[in-house]
Structure formats: C-alpha cells, structure tokens
C-alpha cells in the first residue's frame, strides 16, 4: 500500500475517496490531510455567520470531531469539503440558536450587478502599494462582514473559496437559482459601498499557527480514541 505523508496534503493526486477509506480501514493520522486541505475554507465559511475568533474556532473543532465520528456516513457523491462545511454551518447556526440570534437565510430577493472584484497583479509592488493594499483589504473584510449572513456566506464560497453555484446550494441546501440572486445581491451591496477596491483572496486568512494549533488540538483527540 503507498505511504501517504502528512506534509504532503496539497499533493491533489491524493484523492480524497482513498484517503477517507484509509482513515475508515484504521489509518485514523491521515484525518490530518482532510484538516489542512480544509481549514481555511471551513474558517472563512464559519466566520460568515459568527465573528468571534474562539468561538469560531471551537466550531471548527466540534465539525471535524463531528464529521470524523461520522465519516462512515460520507457517501461521496459529492466532494468531502461540501459536506464539512454542511456539517460546520449547522454547527454554526445551532451556536447561534443557543443565543437567539438565528439568521432567516430563505427570504430572497433578485437584483442585477455586475462583478466588482478583481485579482490584481502583485508580482511587483513597492512599500507604498503594499500598504494599500493591506488598507484596501481590511476595507473590503470589513465591507463583507457589514452584509446579511445569507449574502456574505455565498459571496465568500463563490468569490474567495471560488465553490461553484452547485456546490454551494449544495452546502446551504437552497437551489441554485436562490444561490445565484444571493450572490448577484451581496455584489450589489458591495458595489454600493466600495467603488474600486482591489480583491484578494487571502482575506480572513487561518493559517500558519493558527491552523496547525487547530490541527494538533484535534489529531490528539482523535489519535486518543
């Protein structure tokens, strides 16, 4: 049987079927690539709805200890991310629930917009731009956080986690034609408040400490077991 190795999580030639058929047959440390592969994006999708580092983070935690307990079930018929981050807004809105503060995410309305970001190019850039840009993406962090939570949750998958509109209606469990008015809204909105601002997909960044702190918090529980 082929070693697989931790550090080598990127390598996408890893597929995650045989990965999380792995883990199912015993091989419990390669949860760890499922982790790093999906930390950033649960992260972003969690602080959709709540904006509170510690409490994100123990929703991270209780997902992937929820989702590993119930791996058995994962069917595969669509991408293992889909249905953690299904399994991470639940445990986000039952979060929210517990402090009456339930979001009505099925109200809809349609309203045309245009695209208002773009990647810019960032080969080069010199101590003044650099420090635009850091300015520009805090502006559009905080724009973003200022939308409903139905509007930001599907402007994040789309626009920085780059999901398609299937999979995203997949994870809301809404159609795809609600996902695509929600997305043309959060652009709208976003059109009204920021003229040209310069997008960056690194914004709502949990890497580096952050994500290997969440990541040996849970193996050690998992391992434990």
Same mark, same amino acid.
């Given at each position: 049987?082929?070693?697989?190795?931790?550090?080598d999580?990127?390598?996408?030639?890893l597929?995650?079927s045989?990965i999380?058929k792995?883990i199912? $047959?015993?091989?419990?440390?390669l949860?760890? %690539?499922?982790?790093?592969?999906n930390?950033?994006? #649960?992260?972003?999708? &969690?602080? @959709?709805y709540?904006?509170?580092?510690?409490?994100?983070e123990?929703?991270?935690?209780?997902?992937?200890l929820?989702?590993?307990e119930k791996?058995?079930?994962?069917?595969?018929?669509s991408?293992?991310?889909?249905?953690?981050?299904r399994?991470?807004?639940n445990?986000?809105?039952?979060?929210l629930?517990?402090?009456?503060?339930?979001f009505?995410?099925?109200?809809?309305?349609?309203l045309?917009?245009?695209?208002?970001?773009?990647?810019?190019d960032? $080969?080069?850039?010199?101590?003044e731009s650099? %420090?635009i840009?850091?300015e520009?993406?805090q502006? #559009?962090?905080?724009t &973003?956080d @200022?939308?409903?939570?139905?509007?930001?949750?599907?402007?994040?998958?789309?626009?920085?986690e780059?999901?398609?509109?299937k999979?995203?209606s997949?994870?809301?469990?809404i159609?795809t034609a609600n996902?695509?008015?929600?997305?043309?809204?959060?652009k709208h909105?976003?059109?009204?408040?920021?003229?040209e601002v310069t997008?960056n997909?690194?914004i709502?960044?949990?890497g580096?400490s952050k994500?290997?702190d969440l990541?040996?918090k849970?193996?050690s529980?998992?391992l434990?077991?």
């Amino acid at each position: 049987m082929e070693v697989i190795k931790i550090n080598d999580f990127n390598d996408h030639t890893l597929s995650e079927s045989n990965i999380i058929k792995r883990i199912l $047959s015993g091989e419990k440390e390669l949860y760890e %690539i499922l982790l790093r592969r999906n930390n950033q994006k #649960l992260y972003r999708v &969690i602080r @959709s709805y709540i904006n509170d580092t510690a409490e994100i983070e123990d929703i991270m935690q209780n997902t992937y200890l929820k989702s590993y307990e119930k791996l058995h079930q994962f069917k595969h018929h669509s991408s293992y991310s889909t249905w953690l981050i299904r399994i991470g807004i639940n445990e986000a809105l039952a979060r929210l629930k517990t402090k009456s503060k339930v979001f009505h995410l099925n109200t809809t309305q349609h309203l045309d917009s245009n695209s208002i970001l773009e990647k810019p190019d960032t $080969s080069q850039l010199n101590p003044e731009s650099k %420090i635009i840009r850091k300015e520009a993406k805090q502006l #559009l962090e905080k724009t &973003i956080d @200022s939308l409903d939570t139905k509007y930001k949750t599907v402007y994040i998958l789309k626009e920085v986690e780059e999901m398609s509109i299937k999979d995203i209606s997949n994870c809301l469990n809404i159609s795809t034609a609600n996902t695509k008015v929600r997305l043309y809204r959060a652009k709208h909105m976003l059109k009204e408040k920021l003229f040209e601002v310069t997008a960056n997909v690194d914004i709502f960044e949990f890497g580096f400490s952050k994500c290997d702190d969440l990541t040996e918090k849970i193996m050690s529980i998992i391992l434990k077991n």
